[in-house]
């Protein structure tokens, strides 16, 4: 069986603060939904990010921001997020980031997703393969296995995290350390900063 792989580069950095809410706003719209100031303020604060943010960390960002909150109401926030597809959420490290699907403005997002997540900087990539799901459920089919989750989270390190760590380091800087009249200098070693 052969399995392609698409893969979604996040591009966070070019991703406008402003056009993330007014795209929330419409699909919250169309769906007659309330597009509340806590959803927009938690949107924001995980769009403003480059790597995926945990509750509580959303929950510390907005105390300056909005009133007193609770875990459970920035969890209810992320919930109607995440059902209308804005955000995605690693079940393994319980953070959430934008979807790739939301962010391009995809029409149709896939219901099945590979996220590679770099343990170096944090980031994710998103890619869909539909051969490697063929494969899982025929691998848990044979094992009479049934299938309740419909994402894959793999950690590794990432291209540009690779690169940086094959990169020889330079080397410490040396400095001559004085004892005192008389006493002969010894060479000494500079922490790199």
């Known amino acids: 069986m052969e399995c392609s792989l698409t893969i979604a580069k996040h591009s966070f950095a070019t991703t406008s603060l402003d056009g993330v809410v007014d795209r929330a706003?419409?699909?919250y719209e169309r769906?007659?939904?309330k597009f509340t100031v806590l959803r927009r303020l938690v949107l924001e604060a995980i769009?403003?990010?480059?790597?995926p943010v945990g509750a509580y960390t959303?929950?510390?960002?907005l105390e300056g921001r909005y009133r007193k909150l609770s875990p459970i109401s920035v969890y209810r926030a992320l919930d109607s997020l995440s059902r209308l597809g804005l955000v995605n959420k690693l079940k393994t490290q319980n953070a959430y980031f934008l979807a790739e699907s939301f962010r391009t403005r995809a029409k149709q997002p896939s219901e099945k997703r590979l996220y590679l997540i770099c343990e170096v900087c944090k980031r994710v990539?998103?890619?869909s393969s539909p051969g490697a799901y063929q494969?899982?459920?025929q691998l848990s089919g044979s094992a009479l296995f049934k299938i309740s989750v419909n994402t894959v989270e793999v950690s590794?390190?990432?291209?540009?995290?690779s690169a940086q760590r094959a990169s020889p380091?330079?080397?410490?800087?040396?400095?001559?350390?004085?004892?005192?009249?008389?006493?002969?200098?010894?060479?000494?070693?500079?922490?790199?900063r």
């Open 58 to 61: 959303i929950l510390q960002v």
């Open 31 to 33: 769906k007659g939904l």
């Open 135 to 137: 494969l899982i459920e």
């Open 47 to 51: 769009a403003e990010r480059h790597t």
């Open 169 to 192: 380091k330079p080397a410490a800087p040396v400095r001559l350390r004085q004892r005192g009249p008389g006493t002969p200098a010894r060479p000494q070693k500079i922490a790199a």
């Open 156 to 161: 590794g390190v990432c291209e540009s995290c």
């Open 25 to 27: 706003a419409a699909i």
């Open 125 to 127: 990539t998103e890619a």
